[in-house]
């Protein structure tokens, strides 16, 4: 069963800087968020709250999505044709997606089956161009 630490509060999506996102890159957020805590527990000593290097890792997601070019028809980062991470986030981010992806069915039921539909529904926009 899920525990309530593993349900406590998604903190980075309620930050200001976020508030401004369309409401689905805020629930993408929300995703990432918990996808990291769950991994952190599981892979670091977790204290109430993600190490400082989930900490990091977090905040970096945060900012590439606010920053994300598609803006609100952002793909799935998986179907991105940038991938704009850099090369050693992008190889963290994986682990966590590996680790905690099975868990988010259990613990985060709503923000995995919406992810899966994004996955599905929205199909991967072309680069986008550069003005002449
Ligand atoms: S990887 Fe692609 S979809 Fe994800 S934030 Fe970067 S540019 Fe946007
Ligand atoms: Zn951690």
Redesign the pocket.
Known sequence: MPTRSSRESLSASRQPETIGLPSRLRRELRTIEAMIHIYCRKKHPYQGKVCPDCQELLHYAAC??E????GSN????A???????RPAMREKIRQVMRLAGPWMLLYHPYLCMRHYLDEWLIAPPERPRREA
Request: proline share 18%.
């Open positions: 590439r999505l920053h994300c070019p598609f952002k793909p799935t980062c179907r991105c044709p940038i991938h704009c991470y």
